[in-house]
């Protein structure tokens, strides 16, 4: 019996949550006291909107030439925002350290050149001083082998002066040979040591030459001068937010230094970012109408050129959607547009046919989930759906039939009979909420 009873009371129990479940389900209100929208369906093309920065495709770096012997000093430098041409001189340098290294050079180079003179002369007195002595010791050995041809004739004690005569000699002939042969290695390395000073300062004299022309810094290409902030003003220290003066006519940098760059405002192209959903509905070549803030009342047409493959997300936004690097290019050059300049852009993506699409307003975030209310008899009842994509106030949905008719507002907030959110429910999504 007990078992019965308890059978009894859970089914009660089953029965009361089923009907309180259908009572929150259904929210009764007045048809004529909620704004409504009926589900359409058509062709839509896609449109992105977004911001970015104006940048050039064509940037050349101006830096100061790699020229060792300390710092350099700016004699001469072309505004920000000068028009230059390719091969004007936009950027000099003081030359007065490479002009000295030059001249000491040319000093170098002609001492060397003496000195090769005087090696090639001592080494021919000294070429000829060696023919002469080697000549006499020839004819010594030959004297000595003469008077040994005669030992026969003559008493054994002279006869062996005689051969001690001619072994001195030719001792005499050998150690000249040996002495020659110095003499000549001696020279000719005195000669090599002057020709390789020679050269070292020839080098010398050649760097310092073309130190002395990179000195004027030329422009690369045509466009615009842009200078950039000399950290060197502030001893190398910097922190972001921090503004430095640009280089100008006086100034000390280091070789190597970025001083300028030079940028072809003739190819300019747009940087932006997309949310991670409407990624799939734009790709390289898609049309884009774009508002410069700098030129009020204009629109300029472009093309989308590169949409990134992978989303681009700053360690620390680990909360934030995801978004993708998108460049768009003008279709024509317009030489009033700057780098930095801010533009609003329009995107035109896919073109979608036969799809269904609501007011955006009519999407809902309950407990983390998309729903629209659709009106049923007796009231309105919540249904989670698919929002393929949004575009210009409108959603696009993949599980409503056309014709259906949804809310534009929240029935919850609207009827008497229904309760407030919990903490858990989300706001109705708005113009940007999604």
């Not at 308890?6 to 089914?11: I, P």
């Not at 009660?12 to 409504?36: D, E, K, M, N, W």
């Not at 002369?121 to 082998?145: M, P």
């Not at 699409?357 to 729903?371: S, W």
Request: charged share 25%; net charge neutral; with cysteine.
């Amino acid at each position: 019996m007990n078992r019965f009873f308890k059978l009894g009371l859970l089914s009660v129990a089953a029965l009361s949550f089923l009907l309180a479940g259908c009572r929150s389900s259904t929210v009764r209100a007045s048809a004529s006291g909620i704004p409504a929208a009926v589900v359409q369906q058509g062709d839509i093309q896609i449109k992105v909107q977004t911001t970015g920065t104006l940048d050039s495709t064509n940037t050349r770096i101006v830096a100061a030439p790699p020229v060792g012997g300390g710092t350099l000093q700016i004699i001469s430098l072309a505004r920000t925002g000068s028009t230059v041409r390719r091969d004007d001189v936009i950027l000099a340098f003081d030359p007065s350290q490479q002009e000295y290294n030059l001249a000491q050079a040319r000093s170098d180079l002609s001492q060397a050149e003496e000195e090769i003179v005087k090696a090639k002369a001592d080494a021919a007195v000294q070429t000829a001083q060696d023919k002469t002595a080697l000549l006499k010791a020839k004819f010594a050995v030959r004297r000595a082998e003469l008077d040994v041809s005669k030992n026969e004739l003559l008493s054994e004690i002279d006869a062996k002066k005689n051969q001690l005569a001619l072994d001195q000699a030719k001792r005499a002939l050998a150690q000249l040979q040996q002495d020659i042969q110095s003499h000549s290695s001696s020279n000719q390395a005195a000669v090599s040591l002057s020709e390789e000073k020679r050269n070292k300062a020839r080098l010398a004299m050649q760097q310092a030459q073309q130190n002395i022309r990179n000195m004027q810094v030329k422009s690369p290409i045509d466009g615009m001068m842009v200078i950039h902030g000399n950290q060197q003003s502030t001893g190398g220290f910097f922190f972001d937010g921090m503004t430095l003066p640009d280089y100008q006519p006086g100034d000390q940098v280091y070789p190597g230094a970025t001083i300028a760059e030079v940028v072809d405002i003739s190819k300019m192209e747009i940087s932006a970012q997309i949310p991670e959903g409407d990624r799939p509905f734009l790709k390289a070549g898609d049309g884009a109408v774009v508002s410069v803030d700098a030129l009020p009342g204009e629109e300029l047409a472009g093309k989308v050129s590169n949409v990134a493959g992978a989303a681009n997300r700053e360690f620390w936004e680990m909360d934030s959607q995801r978004k993708f690097d998108l460049k768009v290019l003008f279709d024509r050059s317009d030489p009033r547009l700057r780098p930095g300049f801010s533009a609003k852009m329009t995107l035109l993506g896919d073109n979608l046919s036969h799809v269904r699409f609501i007011p955006r307003e009519a999407i809902f975030l309950k407990n983390g989930k998309t729903i629209v209310y659709t009106k049923q008899s007796g009231g309105w009842v919540p249904r989670e759906v698919k929002v393929r994509a949004f575009t210009e106030g409108r959603a696009l949905l993949e599980n409503l039939e056309p014709g259906t008719v949804v809310a534009l507002v929240d029935p919850e907030k609207q009827s008497g009979e229904a309760s407030k959110p919990s903490a858990a429910s989300g706001p109705a999504l708005g113009k940007g909420s999604l």
